[in-house]
Nanobody
């Protein structure tokens, strides 16, 4: 059974930091690209960041570039989103995803992802 489990969300003040984690099981993790998406209340799901399976550069949305860092740990079947300089606009439910996009443009498209986590809430207070 495929499972993706996010953790690390919470409440933080503006300017603070959080590190989200996603633990994966039930599939060959090394073969998959990984991504993070988020959805704020009343808004559509938004791509945040993506990272390919092997030796591919990370990609970020303009809204988080320079503040967020995506990384993966293949031996642990896990990946992370380090979020810094958080703003109230970053408040959302964050979802990790694994799939087969092969270019930065494809990383931003939810349809390329096969597996999704249940989401973790991030709230940034002003």
């Amino acid at each position: 059974e495929v499972q993706l489990v996010e953790s690390g969300g919470g409440l933080v003040q503006t300017g603070g930091s959080l590190r989200l984690s996603c633990a994966a099981s039930g599939f060959t993790f090394d073969d998959y690209a990984i991504g993070w998406f988020r959805q704020a209340p009343g808004k559509e799901r938004e791509w945040v960041s993506g990272l390919g399976s092997v030796n591919k550069p990370a990609a970020y949305s303009d809204s988080v570039k320079g503040r967020f860092t995506i990384s993966r740990d293949n031996p642990l079947n896990a990946w992370y989103l380090q979020m810094s300089s958080l703003e109230p606009a970053d408040t959302a439910v964050y979802y990790c995803a694994a799939g087969t996009p092969t270019t930065p443009d494809m990383c931003a498209v939810a349809g390329w992802y096969d597996h999704w986590g249940q989401g973790t809430q991030v709230t940034v207070s002003s």
